[in-house]
């Protein structure tokens, strides 16, 4: 079955540790991608793109700063990607973790992400299968070559994936 993202439920927040004293929070989105599960195979595959010129941290200043070429370099990059060939599914067939890569400033990392909590259900509004979850995940930035203000602010960056998909019933 394949799942189109709502873009009113799918976004990608993220933390890091700002001096050891409090905690940048941001956000991307929303997010396109497609999700395809089958449950009685125990399969699927999650493709998503993040525009990463689309960054929130509620701080001008700060958003401009991470657009950078240091930074996001959203010029060069203006796309990030996550693809999960992997789906783990629990007992009753819900997704308790996608594997697959993260590709950030044109640099795949290996990435996990851990299921929150998972459940699919028919909207009323809509009549169709909804399908989403929380998700957690972690990645290294310097990794992807984002290096800037270490050691001050964090190099482990938390993300946070909201994300609902709607059945694509379409032939």
């Known amino acids: 079955v394949v799942y189109r993202f709502d873009p009113t439920h799918t976004f990608v927040n993220f933390e890091l540790l700002h001096f050891g004293t409090s905690t940048i929070h941001g956000r991307f989105g929303p997010l396109n991608g497609v999700v395809t599960l089958d449950r009685a195979a125990r399969k699927g595959r999650v493709q998503v793109e993040i525009d990463t010129s689309q960054v ?76 989403g979850g929380d998700f957690e995940g972690r990645f290294n930035r310097s990794a992807a070559g984002i290096t800037h203000s270490l050691p001050f602010v964090a190099d482990t960056v938390r993300l946070l994936v909201q994300v609902e998909g709607i059945r694509d019933d379409a032939p």
Do not use: W
Not at 86 to 111: H, I, N, Q, W, Y
């Open 56 to 131: 929130s941290t509620g701080v001008a200043v700060l958003d401009a700063r991470l657009k950078e070429g240091d930074m996001l370099s959203v010029q060069s990059h203006p796309r990030a990607y996550l693809v999960a060939e992997a789906v783990d599914f629990d007992e009753a067939g819900r997704v308790k973790a996608l594997r697959g890569e993260f590709t950030l400033r044109g640099v795949s990392l290996p990435m996990t992400l851990t299921a929150l909590r998972f459940n699919c259900y028919t909207s009323p509004l809509i009549r169709r299968e909804v399908c």
